[in-house]
């Protein structure tokens, strides 16, 4: 049972680009969540997605950033028109209803 | 709003003996559930331990054990016997009872090295 699987692993992005991170759950888990980690700092919720809904995204910024988990296919944070700012380790986690997080290793996003 | 503290921005500690991890948090809830996680060189978050609020005994798994002072607001993390695998970043998490699942505040975290 492959774990938590998130591609790119690096992701190198101009300014005003965009950037589309997907997040492949552990296998059974209809639950995703993404996080973003800015150097020396803990992560942050952005956003928890079951399939096709948007459960809470209380922590997803108001522009530029969305996220998708569709019925087939992983689930894919995007953010458009990037910025310097928005260069960190984005982090993606998976469970079942009420269970442990199980994470994935990242995509580490770099704003030229 | 709640927050968490970790006031140890790094730690060292010699490989068989035992280091502890400190967090503070600040919340005005009285039930809620408190996380030890380890990023190591992979980057991949370990759930390491897990405490109820409602419960007054500490948490346990193994060579991890917490040290949970409600009143105190202070949640640290003990770790016994210490290998040169339990190197990485420790960070504290609190999630509100009611919150979604993945709903996490973090702390900035407390880098770990263990000497040989």
């Known amino acids: 049972n492959a774990g938590v699987m998130q591609n790119p692993r690096h992701l190198v992005r101009r300014r005003g680009q965009e950037a589309r991170l997907r997040c492949s759950p552990m296998?059974?888990?209809?639950?995703v969540y993404w996080y973003r980690q800015l150097p020396e700092e803990g992560l942050k919720f952005m956003v928890y997605?079951?399939?096709?809904?948007?459960?809470?995204e209380s922590g997803m910024p108001k522009e530029r950033f969305s996220a998708e988990f569709p019925k087939e296919g992983p689930s894919i944070l995007r953010i458009q028109q990037v910025v310097r700012g928005d260069s960190a380790a984005y982090f993606c986690?998976?469970?079942?209803?009420?269970?442990?997080?199980?994470f994935g290793s990242g995509t580490q996003l770099s704003v030229l | 709003a709640q927050t968490v503290t970790q006031s140890q921005p790094e730690m060292s500690v010699q490989e068989a003996e035992t280091v502890t991890l400190s967090c503070t948090y600040d919340t005005s809830e009285s039930d809620y559930y408190l996380f030890w996680y380890k990023q190591p060189p992979s980057r991949q978050m370990i759930l390491v331990i897990r405490?109820?609020?409602?419960?007054?005994q500490n948490a346990t798994e193994n060579r991890f054990s917490v040290n949970f002072q409600k009143a105190a607001k202070s949640f640290s993390l003990k770790i016994s016997d210490s290998q040169l695998g339990d190197a990485a970043m420790y960070f504290c998490?609190?999630?509100?009872?009611?919150?979604?699942?993945?709903?996490?505040?973090f702390g900035k975290g407390t880098k770990l090295s263990v000497k040989p």
């Open positions: 997605l079951q399939k096709e809904n948007i459960i809470d």
């Open positions: 986690a998976s469970s079942t209803l009420n269970e442990k997080l199980f």
């Open positions: 998490a609190y999630r509100r009872l009611g919150g979604s699942q993945g709903n996490l505040i």
């Open positions: 296998k059974g888990h209809s639950h």
């Open positions: 405490q109820e609020a409602y419960k007054q």
